[in-house]
Nanobody
C-alpha cells in the first residue's frame, strides 16, 4: 500500500546539484499539494518547498534562489532541483502529498553535502 516513491538523494560536494523525484502511486488520488521537507542533523523536520495544483510555489528562505520545485500533474510527480548545495542542506528529505482528506509522507531520501 505504498503511496509515494522517492528517488534522487545522494552524496555531493558543496556547490553541486541534485534532483529529487517523488511519484504518488495509484492508491492516493485527488492531490491538492505536494512538497518536500527535510530533517537536518540536530534539527526538527522543516518545510523546504511546496507546490499547489496551480503551480504556486513556496520556499524556505534558506533555499530561495537555489532550489526549484515543479510538478507534472499528469504523472502525479513532484521534483526538487537543488543547485549550489551547501553543507547545511544535508539531511533526510521527505516527500509529502495532500488531498482533501489525508496527508501522507514518503520514506525519505538522504542528501549529504560535503565541504
Amino acid at each position: 500500500q505504498a503511496q509515494l516513491a522517492e528517488s534522487g538523494g545522494g552524496l555531493v560536494q558543496a556547490g553541486g546539484s541534485l534532483r529529487l523525484s517523488c511519484v504518488a502511486l495509484k492508491n492516493f488520488f485527488n492531490i491538492v499539494t505536494m512538497g518536500w521537507y527535510r530533517e537536518a542533523p540536530r534539527k526538527q523536520r522543516e518545510l523546504v518547498a511546496s507546490i499547489s495544483t496551480t503551480d504556486s510555489a513556496n520556499y524556505a528562505a534558506s533555499v530561495q534562489g537555489r532550489f526549484t520545485i515543479s510538478r507534472d500533474n499528469a504523472k502525479n510527480t513532484v521534483y526538487l532541483q537543488m543547485n549550489t548545495l551547501k553543507p547545511e542542506d544535508t539531511g533526510v528529505y521527505y516527500c509529502n502529498a495532500r488531498n482533501t482528506w489525508y496527508n501522507i509522507w514518503g520514506q525519505g531520501t538522504r542528501v549529504t553535502v560535503s565541504s
